[in-house]
């Protein structure tokens, strides 16, 4: 059905503020001129990355173990029994994909200056959300660890134990709430999951509330943060031109995705209590 009307931007001077960020629309020039990629060098990194995973993991080749046989890490911290060791050859995260991003520049033919420029505002653009992610990792390893030396509960337990007691009749609607709030202070959907996880796990039990869903919830609700998390909001404004509207995308954002939260949590309460009241 075609409308009566057809809709179209109005003039540029009958803009509301909100439109544009710090860049103003047709301040810079495209160069019809600058280098083009092509279908295959756009392909190409993608193509690289699925290769290597396939290739590193398929037992035909038996490249798992000398992937496997350097790690890095920290065992036995301070005495404590405590420790953590990565495998960065094996991790998808380091290898392939910062190996194939550090490639790209010389696979697309970057100027060594326009590259160099390239990393310096990526770095500066992940840097608040790397030092984020690294101090909330800590604090979860902490929480899940203290009481041990002392043979208590952990932290994350006493927590749950509290919300349990204090929400734990109405924790499908708060599960969603708990999601949003690990990815919007980690920025990450994962992270939030690492964050609170076990918490969720440990409050659905406490309370007598349904696993499955609880967890379930706390995922979506994760899902659900990433529209407020500061680095993404920072990359998406960035990458339309709207450069200083972060605070304005965050505020209009918040009540969508708190919304789509709670009406989860109420949606998923239902349906445990009238459909599947014996899940677990």
């Not at 290597?52 to 035909?60: A, D, F, K, Q, Y």
């Not at 659905?204 to 990433?226: C, E």
């Not at 708190?258 to 949606?267: D, E, I, M, T």
Request: hydrophobic share 50%; with cysteine.
């Amino acid at each position: 059905m075609v409308p009566d009307k057809k809709w179209d931007f109005p003039a540029h001077d009958q803009w509301d503020e909100s439109w544009e960020g710090e860049i103003k629309a047709g301040e810079r020039d495209v160069d019809a001129a600058q280098k083009q990629v092509g279908t295959f060098k756009a392909w190409l990194p993608y193509a690289l990355i699925g290769l290597i995973l396939l290739v590193g993991r398929l037992e035909i080749f038996n490249l798992t173990p000398l992937l496997k046989s350097w790690t890095v890490g920290w065992t036995n911290i301070f005495g404590t029994g405590i420790g953590k060791v990565i495998t960065p050859f094996y991790n998808p995260g380091v290898f392939p994909f910062i190996f194939v991003a550090l490639l790209i520049p010389a696979l697309h033919g970057l100027d060594s200056s326009k590259t160099k420029e390239a990393w310096k505002e990526t770095f500066k653009m992940i840097q608040p959300a790397a030092i984020a992610l690294f101090f909330a990792l800590g604090m979860v390893y902490i929480m899940m660890n203290s009481g041990g030396a002392t043979g208590e509960d952990s932290m994350l337990l006493v927590m749950a134990e509290f919300a349990a007691a204090t929400l734990g009749s109405i924790w499908y609607l708060v599960a969603p709430l708990v999601g949003i709030l690990g990815a919007f202070i980690s920025g990450s959907n994962t992270t939030s999951d690492i964050m609170f996880g076990p918490f969720q796990y440990g409050t659905a039990v406490a309370s007598g509330t349904a696993v499955t869903p609880t967890l379930a919830l706390q995922a979506l609700g994760g899902a659900a943060g990433n529209m407020i998390c500061i680095h993404n909001v920072v990359a998406a404004a960035t990458t339309v031109g709207l450069v200083g509207k972060e605070g304005l995308i965050i505020r209009k954002n918040l009540a969508v995705s708190l919304f789509y939260g709670l009406a989860a949590g109420a949606l998923a309460w239902i349906i445990t209590i009238f459909f599947m009241p014996g899940i677990f």
